[in-house]
């Protein structure tokens, strides 16, 4: 049973402004829509593309990408942006979740696929072991794929710092060692608004994530994501563009966060087109090999052309 609330202390909080122009936009084919929204609900599968509802599925959809969701659809953490059910997520893990995913993107005839997970706290692994059979469940249906993951921190489960430490290199390593075309973790946004946004996460961890997975296996690209609009200054982003550059992290994405329901953290600030191509040419600057901004853009936004 999920205990996402219809009302939360940000219900009272009415959004400053109307949504901007920049941020309406076609909603792209329908028949690919519906196409890929009838096989995931006959496969009985999640996507982020809809749980979250993303405003480019459509495009993404008809481009041959999409995101899958392993883990079922409620997530541990209660990180105050995100539309994902939270609560306490059923003890078991269907052990035919990563061959109906497998065969969903053979039906679907993707060719860019990004696999993702609510985040799994309950489990020994964290949800490493899901990654893993469904990169290889994908690969035995569609062996030329390429896969990308977006995965949690896979921080926690013991009282010990060091042990904590230790669990997290693990569980990453597994995932790595299925060789994924690209390794993704999103740090979200800006050190000082973590706490309220990520709940049970944090900009070190995040940081030290992604800097062991370029440690364990170099020949793989590490990305990360900000999301905008939720109270950060210009001077906070490039803070955490430089902070994730020093742990060498090669593609980024930055967004703007819109507000999914009055029961969520508000919107604070609306950044315009131009002044997501400042940052974009920021971040090249900085030395992102990959870098995607906009509005518009998210994790997975045209990852396939990355």
Request: proline share 5%.
């Amino acid at each position: 049973m999920t205990t996402s609330p219809r009302k939360s202390k940000y219900s009272n909080i009415k959004p400053k402004e109307r949504l901007p122009s920049w941020l309406t936009r076609p909603i792209g084919n329908v028949s690919q829509i519906e196409l890929v929204q009838s096989v995931v609900k006959r496969s009985k599968l999640h996507t982020i593309c809809e749980e979250g509802r993303c405003p480019n599925r459509g495009e993404c959809y008809a481009s041959g990408t999409a995101t899958f969701l392993l883990g079922g659809s409620i997530c541990t953490r209660s990180c105050a942006f995100c539309q994902v059910d939270k609560g306490k997520a059923p003890n078991s893990i269907d052990p035919l979740e990563a061959q109906r995913v497998a065969e969903a993107v053979h039906l679907l005839k993707l060719r860019y696929v990004v696999i993702t997970s609510v985040a799994r706290d309950d489990l020994d692994d964290h949800g490493a072991s899901l990654f893993t059979k469904a990169m290889e469940a994908i690969r035995q249906k569609s062996p030329s794929i390429a896969i990308e993951v977006l995965t949690p921190d896979f921080w926690g489960g013991f009282s010990d710092l060091h042990k904590n430490k230790q669990a997290q290199s693990e569980r990453l390593s597994k995932v790595l060692q299925a060789r994924p075309i690209c390794f993704n973790h999103n740090i979200e946004t800006v050190k000082r608004l973590q706490k309220e946004v990520r709940r049970g996460a944090t900009y070190e961890r995040s940081l030290e994530l992604l800097k062991k997975a370029r440690r364990l296996a170099p020949s793989i690209p590490t990305k990360s994501g900000l999301m905008l609009g939720l109270g950060e200054s210009c001077q906070e982003i490039v803070e955490t563009l430089k902070d994730l550059r020093k742990v060498d992290c090669q593609q980024i994405t930055l967004g703007q966060y819109l507000r999914p329901s009055l029961a969520h953290i508000p919107v604070q600030k609306y950044w315009t087109p131009k002044e997501f191509e400042g940052f974009r040419k920021l971040a090249n600057d900085l030395g992102f090999i990959k870098v995607r901004s906009g509005p518009l853009v998210r994790s997975s936004f045209h990852a396939e052309k990355d």
